[in-house]
T-cell receptor, first 113, second 113 residues
Framework: DAGVTQSPTHLIKTRGQHVTLRCSPI?????VSWYQQVLGQGPQFIFQ???????GRGNFPDRFSARQFPNYSSELNVNALLLGDSALYLC????????????FGNGTRLTVT | GQQVMQIPQYQHVQEGEDFTTYCNSS?????IQWYKQRPGGHPVFLIQ?????EVKKQKRLTFQFGEAKKNSSLHITATQTTDVGTYFC?????????????FGQGTILTVHP
């Protein structure tokens, strides 16, 4: 079975631009979470979706938004990019949304210049 | 908000030596998970602890969850070069936090052959 797949793997954007990151969960997993990992730190929770509904939101500005599709894949959108948004964006899927181990994808490395 | 702290930040050992990383949460956790991230990779789930005082072993790795469910530790016996990476603890607060995992900042382990 394929693991969690994310696209693109790398992205370079300019301040003020918009970006869309994509994630396909492991087959059978209905919950998708997004995390931001800045170099040298642990992943920080951004969003969790389950059955297309937002189940949780971390301490990120409204420039960050996400959605989940009927096939359980997900998109993370970031508007008005700032230099500080440069990070590894990790998508993780799990069977259920609560207290389940997370299966992470390889991430999207976003660089904002 | 909930904070999870890990110590030490770095640990350099000779191959064959033991290694321990400690994790402390500012709040009581419903469960704690441990992940390993190799350089350039993504976090990979190692184990989940749920019960107060729980101890679990995976070959040379021993995981403990404190009696108060606010701290945890990972001990590796006789480290090998394959143990190199960053070890993260991540806690679930439970309740309305749903599936949000709060990660510690990680302990970077280097093993000298």
């Amino acid at each position: 079975d394929a693991g969690v797949t994310q696209s693109p793997t790398h992205l370079i954007k300019t301040r003020g631009q918009h970006v869309t990151l994509r994630c396909s969960p492991i087959s059978g997993h209905k919950s998708v979470s997004w995390y931001q990992q800045v170099l040298g730190q642990g992943p920080q929770f951004i969003f969790q979706y389950y059955e297309k509904e937002e189940r949780g939101r971390g301490n990120f500005p409204d420039r960050f938004s996400a959605r989940q599709f009927p096939n359980y894949s997900s998109e993370l959108n970031v508007n008005a990019l700032l230099l500080g948004d440069s990070a590894l964006y990790l998508c993780a899927s799990s069977l259920v949304p609560d207290n389940s181990p997370l299966h992470f994808g390889n991430g999207t490395r976003l660089t904002v210049t | 908000g909930q904070q999870v702290m890990q110590i030490p930040q770095y640990q350099h050992v000779q191959e064959g030596e033991d290694f321990t990383t400690y994790c402390n949460s500012s709040t009581t956790l419903s469960n704690i998970q441990w992940y390993k991230q190799r350089p350039g990779g993504h976090p990979v789930f190692l184990i989940q602890l749920v019960k107060s005082g729980e101890v679990k072993k995976q070959k040379r790795l021993t995981f403990q969850f404190g009696e108060a469910k606010k701290n945890s530790s990972l001990h590796i016996t006789a480290t090998q070069t394959t143990d190199v990476g960053t070890y993260f603890c991540a806690g679930h607060a439970g309740g309305t936090s749903y599936g949000k995992l709060t990660f510690g900042q990680g302990t970077i382990l280097t093993v000298h052959p």
